[in-house]
């Protein structure tokens, strides 16, 4: 009699578990999923960082333009965008910054953006170099300017 309610139990326990085989076949669905997913994924994040990258440089000229407004002038290359944050020794009486809530930030790549006065279809140029950190490119890669 014991050996009878043993050997329910052990059938049991045998019908509760995955095989080895369905165990696979899950991996290679879920493995499937992933390369299908993955890339459309990460390229949507690239995307994303030159979306960022966009909205940081139009942040940055509508501060040169208060800046413009308050002083009279862009700041020069040599000042950069640092005269948005202090001072430069020329402007201080009519600069009534700063013009940036935080410091200046780099591009979503980690590079830090150009500035260039006057840039090369306006008074002023604001240059992020892309992922790669080199002039020109294509997709992630290509430079962000402000014109």
């Known amino acids: 009699m014991y050996r009878m309610q043993n050997q329910g139990t052990a059938a ?5 578990g995955f095989t080895l085989l369905e165990l696979l076949v899950v991996i290679v669905i879920i493995g499937l999923l992933a390369a299908y997913v993955g890339p ?28 413009r ?3 009279g002038r862009y700041p020069t290359t040599e000042e950069g965008l640092n005269a948005l944050l202090t001072a430069p020794p020329a402007v201080t009486a009519k600069w009534n910054g ?37 002039p020109g490119g294509e997709r992630e890669n290509a430079d962000i300017t402000s014109q």
């Open 12 to 16: 049991r326990v045998r019908q509760a």
């Open 40 to 67: 459309k994924y990460f390229s949507q994040l690239g995307k994303s960082e030159v979306t960022v990258a966009k909205a940081q440089i139009e942040a940055f000229e509508k501060s040169l333009d208060t800046y």
């Open 69 to 71: 407004l308050d002083v």
């Open 98 to 134: 700063p013009y940036l809530k935080k410091g200046v930030p780099l591009d979503p790549w980690g590079h830090p953006y150009q500035y260039r006065a006057p840039g090369t279809k306006s008074e002023y140029e604001i240059l992020s170099l892309g992922k790669d950190g080199q």
